[in-house]
């Protein structure tokens, strides 16, 4: 008997062409789209254009497509530490968010009341089982890998877990859509926070959360005062451009204060480190020892970085080889060892 799979349909050319290659494996497949924004959204995944789009990809590869509301707990679990973390001088990634409470948290629950054996999605990662364990690892086509994202997995979470993407690339998942006739095959990627218009963060938190509007001091790493600022959620670490301070030499943040409410510049210099601290770690891989060896990475579009990994418990200690740029606290960081995704937590500091 063929075993039952539920498909993410987000309407884009990914999750049509998973959906095929599992027909192709002989699972039954169902197709699924999370709405979790209101109907009268235009961005990417969320908007109706997104879900008729699914609904026509599930007609053309005859399987039944069904429609889900999570707006609610997307809300709650995704929207709303999004803005309290750039309330708090904390540069979120709501993705990642998204992905343990939605994608794999919501939709799973979902799945496994219809009955269905496993879950799969779109991602570009690879999913592999030895010795009874699970290795999650990064996908062949590594421009599209998002195994970054997927840190909070658990061993029991990739039991259920298909990924039929993980060894194709970007223009092979096309060129099976076109195969298949599937209207997406040809679909534009989005770039944009599916509830953030056109990215622009800052007119979000305006509208959204007007308290993010608290002008404050801009100081330098000695405490004189250079400047102002018009609220410490609408810089980032790293950033140069539109301080609104003078200087004769090049500026950058280097610290978000929340609780003194003010952006701390400094040189270049002080905008690179090596050391990382990371908490809420989880281990998508049991460790046999407080110190790992491996690649780490502390953005999504940067290749992983030689390090070391020290084991404290629910926190950890990144030390990289080479100073990073930019280390920005509410980011991800996660450790891999030879593609191998091994753990990953936020950046405190």
């Given amino acids: 008997m063929a075993k039952t799979v539920v498909v993410g349909l987000s309407g884009g050319v990914d999750s049509s062409t998973a959906a095929a290659l599992l027909l192709e494996q002989g699972y ?61 001088g904390m540069t979120p990634n709501p993705c990642a968010l998204c992905n343990r409470h939605i994608k794999f948290g919501a939709m799973w629950e979902w799945a496994s009341k219809q009955g269905a054996d496993y879950l799969a999605t779109g991602h570009y990662v690879r999913l592999q089982e030895r010795d ?51 209207v997406t095959a040809h679909k534009a990627e989005s770039q944009e926070l599916c509830f953030v218009p056109k990215n622009d963060y800052q007119g979000y938190l305006e509208s959204h959360r007007p308290e993010a509007v608290n002008p404050g001091e801009v100081v330098d790493t000695k405490g004189q005062v250079l400047g102002h600022h018009r609220g410490i959620a609408f810089y980032t670490i790293g950033q140069r451009r539109g301080l609104g301070i003078s200087s004769p030499v090049p500026r950058y943040v280097v610290k978000l204060d929340a609780k003194t409410n003010q952006v701390v510049v400094g040189d270049k210099e002080d905008v690179l480190e090596k050391t990382v601290h990371v908490s809420s770690v989880n281990y998508v891989l049991p460790i046999s020892a407080n110190q790992l060896r491996g690649d780490a990475k502390i953005r999504y579009n940067m290749e992983p970085e030689p390090a070391w990994w020290m084991d404290r418990g629910e926190n950890a200690e990144i030390i990289f080889d080479q100073p990073q740029w930019a280390i920005s606290p509410g980011q991800v960081a996660v450790l891999y060892q030879n593609d191998v995704l091994v753990a990953g937590g936020r950046i405190q500091k």
């Fill in 28 to 88: 039954d497949v169902i197709g699924v789209t999370m709405r979790h924004l209101p109907a009268e959204t235009t961005n990417s995944c969320c908007s109706l254009e997104a879900i008729v789009d699914a609904r026509r990809v599930a007609k053309k590869l005859g399987i039944p497509h069904y429609l889900v509301d999570v707006e609610q707990p997307f809300y709650e679990r995704v929207i709303l530490p999004f803005e309290e973390a750039y309330l708090s």
């Fill in 132 to 182: 009874g364990l699970y290795y999650l690892m990064r996908g062949i086509d590594h421009a599209k890998d998002q195994s970054y994202l997927l840190y909070t997995m658990r061993q029991d979470d990739l039991a259920h877990l298909l990924f039929p993407l993980g060894e194709y690339y970007k223009e092979d998942s096309r060129r099976i859509a076109e195969r298949y006739g599937l």
